[in-house]
């Protein structure tokens, strides 16, 4: 068997913004999807390569052992944490001015076999991207990819005052990637 390593080809890429989770009694976390995936790629002893978009007060001390490349923002995806009930609620106090996409990628992690998406709210990550054709060339140079969404940031819309909304049905940005995935999969399939 080849093994990725042999060509230096990273096994994973994770790309997504990370959160500062706040939460009642004012104390921080690190949140997010890309935190998540990269803590558990860590215990499987996987290392990754993380694309994030971060504010200069981000703590990325968890990423410690993947290679991480982040696009410096103005602020961190802030999530502040409440409770009405027994329901939680979630705030967006402050987003990112960056919208990631596949050009965010450096050259060294675009060949990763496996690729994890991961917005969180709608308009943070423009997963199309890493589905466009770029011709042969590019379509050479990255080879077969698998690649997944967490699609919770598709499911989501900011409401009145930053709260985060839930949307009953599959949103209109979730049915077009579900649409133009399928299309490239039987297209890339029948190749």
């Known amino acids: 068997m080849i093994s990725a ?3 230096n080809l990273p096994d ?4 997504g ?7 009642s009694d004012r104390s921080k976390a690190l949140g997010g999807a890309v935190s ?6 860590s215990s499987l002893g996987v290392k990754a390569c993380v694309v994030t978009v971060a504010g200069s007060d981000a ?4 990423f410690k052992g993947h290679e991480l490349h982040v696009m410096p923002a103005l602020e961190t995806l802030t999530f502040q944490h409440s409770m009405v009930g027994s329901e939680r609620v979630l705030h967006v106090t402050a987003m990112p001015n960056i919208s990631l996409s596949r050009h965010h990628v450096p050259w060294s992690c675009q060949r990763a076999r496996t690729v994890l998406l991961a917005p969180l709210v709608q308009h943070d990550l423009d997963a199309t991207s890493f589905f ?3 011709g042969w060339l590019g379509r050479l140079f990255r080879g077969r990819q698998h690649i997944g969404v967490i699609a919770q940031g ?3 819309r900011l ?4 709260v985060v909304e839930y949307l009953e049905e599959p949103s209109v940005q979730l049915l077009e990637k579900a649409t133009l995935w399928n299309f490239l999969r039987n297209l890339q399939d029948s190749s």
């Open 154 to 156: 598709f499911q989501r």
């Open 59 to 62: 703590d990325l001390s968890l």
């Open 17 to 23: 913004p990370i959160t500062t989770d706040v939460f």
């Open 12 to 15: 994973l890429l994770i790309v």
């Open 132 to 134: 466009a054709n770029d």
């Open 159 to 162: 409401g009145k005052g930053g």
């Open 5 to 7: 390593e042999r060509y």
């Open 36 to 41: 998540y995936a990269a803590a558990v790629a």
